[in-house]
Nanobody, 115 residues
């Protein structure tokens, strides 16, 4: 029914920036809250940021002030602008959306922050 396709991950130096994108495709007739999660090897998956259909945002304390989540409802796309990246931000980042009244996940994209 609905697929989430992510892009924008990669290798960046500490202090650098990356912009992640996640576009919903297929037959999309409803998308509610969207968000980004991340998981490092051997660690639990954690919520990074969420954004409601009306634009209200929520951030994990560890990324507040550095990351910005946004969405373009006309394009069914959610973004994560990541600035001042730290090595501890290294993880696989997953896009999530409540689409067509079902919880939907992207495939994940690797973000590595290293010198």
């Amino acid at each position: 029914q609905v697929q989430l396709v992510e892009s924008g991950g990669g290798l960046v130096q500490p202090g650098g920036s990356l912009r992640l994108s996640c576009a919903a495709s297929g037959r999309v007739f409803s998308i509610g809250t969207m968000g980004w999660y991340r998981q490092a090897p051997g660690k639990q998956r954690e919520l990074v940021a969420t954004i409601t259909g009306g634009g209200s945002t929520n951030y994990a304390d560890s990324v507040k002030g550095r990351f910005t989540i946004s969405r373009d409802n006309a394009k069914n796309t959610v973004y994560l602008q990541m600035n001042s990246l730290k090595p501890e931000d290294t993880a696989v980042y997953y896009c999530n959306a409540f689409a067509n009244f079902h919880n939907t996940w992207g495939q994940g994209t690797q973000v590595t922050v290293s010198s």
